[in-house]
Every structure is written in structure tokens, then in C-alpha cells.
């Protein structure tokens, strides 16, 4: 059996799946889709790009472990991809035990084999954030996660000889057919690698979340080189019967900002394990949203992906982030222009199309279609649009041309809806002896309808089943991709099952007003917490014994507080409003179960609860409760 290998990028779990994030793994689906159809055993892949600095940090801003943090994250992620009807046959986790495990031995295996070797790595360091950041991430020469100053540092770190691949990339770069798409991205490639290739930093020793080097347990591997070698290793790499049925990959889709990393380094890795390269990797542009400016809720830019599918299905949302973009190019998201493409393609072509045919069979037939043929010359064009659609759909899908793909198969929308026009049938009714072509003219439709439903199924599943079912189609040999290439399969004897329309008319005011409304009520929920989570808080009465300021500090007092049964160190930002001998005797509410935390050199355990405007600040006392009365 003919085989497919299809990716997506690997994501970070650092904040929720958005629109961006469901373009490529749209565009990866209907592309296994479609080759499923076509019989091809396929192995689609998705997953999550665990590790690395930024997740530790994110994870310690919320006060949780990075496996705790990441999961939370992934498990949005798959439930989005479910809503989505993403039907990734993989879907690695760079956390994954078989994925660490292979890392190691890959890491293992370049180093005794001379392919990497120990070096110091140079960066900017942000020293609160404890991070290392290039060059060019710096904004304005500042730390772009917190905005501070970064000072310039060494960390002894392992490097990949990547610089001794470079005139082999340039090689393939330059000659290996089709293997970067679009074309203006191979130019970009081949210039950046005419540059000159530096050696690539693959561990580092300033953070700890990340896969151990096996042999050198202070460092963990950098980023690219755990994250890219998931391709192969969700394959099993070395010995999977999947990797040596499926590698090389035959399409690897990203966005723009990452063709560098999978047409450079990632060759790279794989001419140092001797393995042979991806057929294809595929760089698609971005989503902007709103003016192609910052989003904008006034306007009604929703982009939440869970709220846009629970309004409009997902179907709706796959079609249009295809249909409207040029893949490989930029495009605009906007509410608008979603409502405006579900109106004119969804609701008034297609959805239009099939219940004003089905309206027709209803109407002269009682739902039973009698096919009695009645050929004329106003059939030829429908008939030799429909022969030839599924040729050109696969030639459009083999180039990834999302958008021309669903622009041919809507040429024969509309041209039905020309047809219905153009033959009348309402005035073919009136005339018993034209009751033969009344029934080709139908038939003529539902035919292909039936044709249209087959190949828009790779984008619109859903869809795709409810004009089959509509058309009382119960045989699924005629919903093949091998029988979207013949006309005349649909029973001479229809039994239509009339239903609701697929996409009802849409007013874009409206559908603002409701969207916003649901965007509102996501955020507050967002912000509420349960009552589980308020019980998490343990809130006792403590007496400050003893006060004093932080030195080093203008805004901090060192507080000791009795807590009823022991006494504790607590800081406190409160310096400006109370000097340390008024407070001392006086009870407060103290947060009793806070991580510790040092604050300029000094070790917290716990918080006292102060209210605050902005001119003011007032400890909260409770003077009559004993120490270690509970709050709550
Ligand atoms: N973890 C790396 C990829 C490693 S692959 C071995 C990464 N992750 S990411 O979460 O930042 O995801 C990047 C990918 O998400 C992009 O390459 C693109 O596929 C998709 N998109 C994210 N935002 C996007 C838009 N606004 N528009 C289109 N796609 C974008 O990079």
C-alpha cells in the first residue's frame, strides 16, 4: 500500500492553543484526510514541545511544577483538536518516555561519534528572570520577557558541528526538487545559508527543564535538537516498524518563522545520523488579525477557536482559514470577513444549493427522484466541470494549494446554481411531456452534489456526511474518491431526506453582539475561582512580635508574626504607610500556606492581607482574635 507521512509542528504548551496553532493542523488534516481517501496508509502527527527555559519560568510564575503546568496546557490543546475533528493518527509529548529516551541516545551518539562537542556558549542573560536570550531576541537591548537590562555571560555548553554540513544543505537546498515551498522561501534559505553556518548550541547548564545529557548530567539538551528529532522518534526511531515504513516524511508544514530550523538544522541532524532527508517541507504564512493591526474586540474580533466552533461549527472555520488564505501566504482573520465568506460560499452557494434542489425533488417528486434520462446541451458544462474536478483537485492538493482546491470545486457550485436557473425547472413542471428532462435536471444536481460532498470532505467532514445524508445516500461506494472521478453513480431512484439548512444566513452585527457576549462571559470565568481553590488558602490571625525595615529596601518591613503556634519571618511591602513600632502587638490575617519566597535577601513564609486604593494602603487588623484563629 502506498504510504503518507504528514506533520505538524510540535507546539508550546506555554499558553492555550489558538487560530495560529489550528491553521497549520487544519491544513495537516485535510491533507491526511485526503490521502486516506485516496488509500494511502497515512500517519499524521501532531504534539507538544515541552521543555526549554520559558515553560520553567512560565511553570514558577504559577506556582506549579512544568509537568503539572504543561499538561493542564496539552490536555486544551487535544480538546481543541477533538472540537476541531483533527484526526492526528500521533501525538507526541517531547515529555514522553520513548522521546527522552531516544533524545538521549541520539545526544549520546553524536558526541561519541565526534558530532558534538564541548564549547562555551556567550549570551544575554537576564539575571530575575534567569534567562539567556540571542542577539536578536533582545528588545531594545532589553530583556523581552521582563524589559530589564541583560548583562552578557558565559555557560560552558555542548555544540553540534553544524557548520561541517553547510555545502551539503547548500546542495540540497539548492537542487532537491520541491523540497522547500513555496519557492520564496528557499531563496531566503539559501541566502541565510550562504552566510556561513556557526555551530549549534545543543545544551544548556542555567535551567533544569529539559532532557538530562546522559553523560553529563549538569546540562539538559537544548530546544531544536529535542524538539526536531520527534519526527523520527514517534516513528520509533531506530527500529519502529513505523520508521521504516514511514521515514522520510513526505510533508512537513509550519509556519514561515520555523522553515529555517526544519530546512537547516534539521538536515543537518539527520545527515549526522545517516538518515535520509523530508521529501518536502511546506513554510504557510500567518494569521493577522483584525486591520492586520492589534486586535480589537470593539470592532468584534473574537479569535477564540473553541468559541468560533461552538458558534459556527468547525466545519466553518476549517473552510475559511483554506479557502481565504493563500497557503504560503499572509492573510487577514477577522470577524467580518468570516461572516462575509460563511454568507456568500457556505450559506448562499453551497447550503443554498442543496436545499433548493432538494426543494425541487420535493416538490414534483414527493422526495422520490425518477431518474428517466433526458440529455440537452445545457447539461455539457456541469458534466465536464464534474469530470474533470477530482483530477484537479488532487494536482491542487499535491502542490498544498488549499485555496484553489476548494475555489474548483465551488466552480462547480455555482455552476449548478446557474444550471438550476438556466433550465427552469419550475417551468418544466408545468408540462407533462417534459417530466423526463425535469428529472435529468434534478439529477444532474443531486449528481453533483453527490461528487462535491465527496471532495469537500477532507475540509468539512461534517458536512460532507450531512449532504450525503440528505441525498439518502446509504452506499458508501459511492462516496469513494475513486467514484468522485464517474458520473452517473446515484441510483436511478433517489429517496431524498430533506433537512435543515447547512449554514443559515448570518447578520454580522448580530453575530458580533454574540461573539463579544461570549468572549465576556469566557473571560469571567476565567477569572473565578472554585471553591476548592478558595479552600487552598488557609488564612490565620497572627501577632507581629517583632518589626523592622528590609535593608536595601524602601518599600519593605521584615515582620516576625506569631502564627499561634510557632513564629515565622514574613515581608511585607508596606514601609511607606506604617513605620515598624506601630505595628508591633497588633494582630493581622496572615496567608499561612504561600511557598516561600526571598524577597532582596530576606526569606518570606506567608502574606498579610492590607487593602488598597491608590493613595492608600490599611493592614487589615483583627486585634480582639487570638494568634492562630483560623480565618474563613
Ligand atoms: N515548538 C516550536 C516548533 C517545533 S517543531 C519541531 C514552535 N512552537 S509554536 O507553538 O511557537 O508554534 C509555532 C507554529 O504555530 C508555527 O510554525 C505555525 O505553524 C503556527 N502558528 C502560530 N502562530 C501563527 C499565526 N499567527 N499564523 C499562522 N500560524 C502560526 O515554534
Redesign the pocket.
Known sequence: MKKFYVT???????ANA????C??TIAADTLARFKRMQGFDVIFSTGS?EHGQKIENCARKAGVTPKKFVDDIVSNFKKLWDILNISYDKFIRTTDDYHVKSVSRIFTKLYNEGKIYKGKYTGWYCVPCESFFTETQLIDGKCPDCGRDVVKQDEEAYFFKLSEYQDRILDILRNKKDFILPESRKNEMINFVEQGLQDLCVSRSSFNWGIPVEFDKSHVVY??LD??T??INLLRYPDGDDFKKFWPADVH??????VR??SVI?PAILMALDLPLPKKIFG??????GDGDKMSKSKGNVVDPFILCDKYGADALRYFLLREIPFGSDGLFSVELFIKRINSDLANDLGNLLSRSTALVDKYFNSSLIYQKSYSSEDDKILEIASELALKCEKNLDDLKFSHYLTDIWALVSECNKYIDLCAPWNLAKDDSKRDRLSTVLYNILESLRVVSILINPVMPDTSKKIQNQLGISDDSICSWESSKSWGLLPKNIKINRSKALFPRLDYEVEVEDLNKMNEEKENLKNMISIDDFSKVKLVVGEIIECEPVKKSRKLLKLVVNDGEKNRTVVSGISQYYSPESLIGHHIILVSNLAPASLCGVESNGMILAASNKDDVKVIFVDDMPAGSVVG
Open positions: 505538524t509542528p510540535i507546539y508550546y504548551p506555554s489558538h487560530l495560529g496553532h491553521y497549520s514541545d530546544v531544536w524538539a526536531l520527534n519526527y508544514i509550519m509556519g514561515k518563522e520555523i530550523f526544519h534539521w504557510h504564512g500567518w494569521i493577522l488579525y
